[in-house]
Each structure stands twice: as structure tokens, then as C-alpha cells.
């Protein structure tokens, strides 16, 4: 499984199959550095989108950095990672561009708490006291993960922000960031649509908070919650959930085991949704009373949103709708000559 249907393309050029997954992370790094290399003097910006193999199951590294960490092999992939960004940081010193370079460094869900390799190591990470994990849907153990701003000279350093964003903020406070007006005005050719996200530029360069805001949470075209951010308030209102073990917040242990966030292990709460202070119960341990105007305005509110949400928003039809779009490929399939 961990080469089947894998390839690497350069553009449009096959460059490596069958996959060899060992070094794989350095020859990414290489490919991004000559990136960097090649357009550090264009008179123009370039956009670079680095995208680790880590850390993801299966774990591999170099035999010389394996066996580094105490944490085993997830602890030797974050090492590699480690490197790797060190070397991307450090080419853009190298070229004098840290102080007209923007960096986010961030992750896209968090640890799958179900993944355990047959001999007993931890591969998918965890999440502290935070309930669930990846593809659960609303669960906050799933979907908060920490994001790093650096823009040497313009952005301050050393600032923790304890604010909700989302990786859909990333355009416009891009466009934001550099100066440029919003992707309406940019591209006034095209037809308008309002974006997700939100630019929060102020909010990295001197806390200003952006404006109230709800988040929504998905499982695939379904809502589980929603999180409304108001001033330094954050609530969370859960209107489906997982029906854990008793106990715990994952659903048993293997590589490819994890809590779908549909079917059978999912409940709906109907009219009464679950709803947290984050700011107060971080780990949602303690729903709001249901009695209470506090939950009773705030549930209003996000319920009313949700209305006004579903009445104007079109979902796309799933790529997955026919099995021609989810079968395997076996022309991408690794091959040798006899």
C-alpha cells in the first residue's frame, strides 16, 4: 500500500515510479529550494506552495536520521521535517528575501489518533486533551491546529495570538499583506463571489480582532458545527456529533481505522445542539445549559445563520459520483520490465 497508485511528476513528466518513499522529503526540499534559487532576482513575486509527505503515515526517513527521536518514528519524521523547513528558511536568508517574504507554516487537520503500526508505534499523533481527531467532522481535536506567521521586519515576533482563524483566511490576508486590493477589485473580470475567508492582517501585525464571524465546520456536505467568533468570545454550537466508546474519543486502533464523521457512529442533536464556551472549556467538557439566555441567544443566532447559509450556498456534485472518478487507475500502477 505504501507505493501502490504512487508516482512524481515534474510538470508533466514522470520522474519517479515505482515511488521510493526514503529521501523523499530532502528531494522535495531540493526542488524547492532551486525554486527559490531561480526566482529569488525576478522582478516580479512568485508564490511557493511546499507541501511535506510529513508527517503522515506510513512514516519513513533517511537511515540517518531514523532512530534520532525518543518519540520513535513519528518523532524521527518530525526531525525530517524539521530540517527540511530549516532549509527552506534559511535559502531565503541565503538570497536577502526574509524581509520580502511572507511564510505560513501550518497543518491541514489534526492527529489521527487511530493509527498504530503492527508493531505498536503510535504513527498518527495525538491531540492532548482536545476530543477526536481527523476526518470527525465538528470534533475540536480534528480541525484546531496551531499556524505560524513570519515576515521578517514587518510582522512582529514572538506573538502568540489566541484568536480563531482558518486556512481560508490565507488569500486574502495575502492580498491584504502585500498591498493589493481584494480579489474582486483584482480581478474585476470575474464574476463576484464572497469568499469564506477573511483577511487578518491587522490581527498579525497589532491584534486588532476582525469583525464577528461564523466558521463552519463540515462533513462533507453536511454541517456539524458551527463557531461563532465575536470580539474575544468563541462558541461552538455541535448539531451532530460522534457517538464515542465510553471513555474515549477515537474508534479503536489501526492504519487505516478512523471515526467517519456519516453513518452509525454519528448522532444528531435536533432541536437542543450541544454548545461550548471555547474560551472558558477549551476542551468542551461542559455544554452550556440549555435554560440559560446565554444558550438560548447564542444557538438562536447560529441557527438563523445556518438558515440564511443553506438557502444561498450551492454545494458542487462529488467527484465521487460514478465509480470511473474512485477507481484505481492501472495505467498510474508501478510497472518493470520483466
Wanted: glycine fraction near 10%; aromatic fraction near 8%; charge should be neutral.
Amino acid at each position: 500500500m505504501q507505493h501502490l497508485n504512487c508516482l512524481v511528476m515534474q510538470d508533466e513528466v514522470v520522474v519517479e515510479q515505482p515511488l521510493v518513499l526514503e529521501g523523499l522529503s530532502q528531494r522535495l526540499v531540493d526542488q524547492s529550494l532551486e525554486f527559490i534559487s531561480n526566482h529569488a532576482n525576478d522582478s516580479r513575486p512568485f508564490f511557493l506552495y511546499h507541501a511535506f509527505a510529513h508527517v503522515h503515515t506510513p512514516m519513513f526517513t533517511l537511515p540517518s536520521m531514523a532512530g534520532r527521536s525518543r518519540h520513535g518514528r513519528y518523532g524521527d519524521n518530525v526531525e525530517e521535517m524539521d530540517a527540511g523547513v530549516g532549509k527552506i528558511l534559511d535559502a531565503l536568508t541565503c538570497h536577502n528575501l526574509d524581509n520580502n517574504t511572507i511564510v505560513y507554516f501550518v497543518s491541514d487537520h489534526g492527529a489521527h489518533l487511530e493509527a498504530i503500526a503492527p508493531d505498536g508505534q503510535r504513527t498518527g499523533g495525538y491531540n492532548g486533551r482536545f476530543k477526536g481527531g481527523k476526518a470527525m467532522g465538528g470534533a475540536e481535536g480534528g480541525i484546531r491546529v496551531p499556524g505560524i506567521y513570519r515576515w521578517s521586519g514587518h510582522l512582529p515576533a514572538g506573538v502568540t495570538v489566541d484568536h480563531p482563524t482558518s486556512l481560508l483566511d490565507m488569500m486574502p490576508t495575502l492580498l491584504h499583506l502585500a498591498g493589493l486590493p481584494p480579489l474582486h477589485q483584482l480581478l474585476p473580470n470575474l464574476p463576484y463571489r464572497e469568499l469564506d475567508g477573511v483577511s487578518v492582517a491587522n490581527l498579525l501585525k497589532n491584534g486588532t480582532l476582525p469583525p464577528p464571524r461564523v466558521l463552519l465546520h463540515h462533513c462533507v456536505q453536511a454541517i456539524h458545527a458551527l463557531r461563532l467568533v465575536k470580539d474575544k468570545k468563541v462558541y461552538k454550537m455541535h448539531i451532530a456529533g460522534h457517538k464515542w466508546p465510553k471513555g474515549s474519543t477515537q474508534c479503536g486502533w489501526g492504519e487505516g481505522t478512523f471515526c467517519r464523521c456519516y453513518g452509525d457512529n454519528v448522532q444528531h442533536y435536533g432541536h437542543q445542539p450541544l454548545l461550548f464556551d471555547l474560551q472558558k472549556d477549551p476542551y468542551e467538557d461542559h455544554p452550556i445549559p440549555t435554560n440559560t439566555t446565554e444558550y438560548i441567544e447564542v444557538t438562536g443566532m447560529l441557527q438563523r445563520y445556518l438558515t440564511n447559509w443553506r438557502s444561498r450556498v450551492p454545494y458542487p456534485r462529488s467527484q465521487f459520483r460514478s465509480v470511473a472518478n474512485t477507481i484505481l487507475s492501472p495505467w498510474l500502477q508501478p510497472f518493470r520490465w520483466p
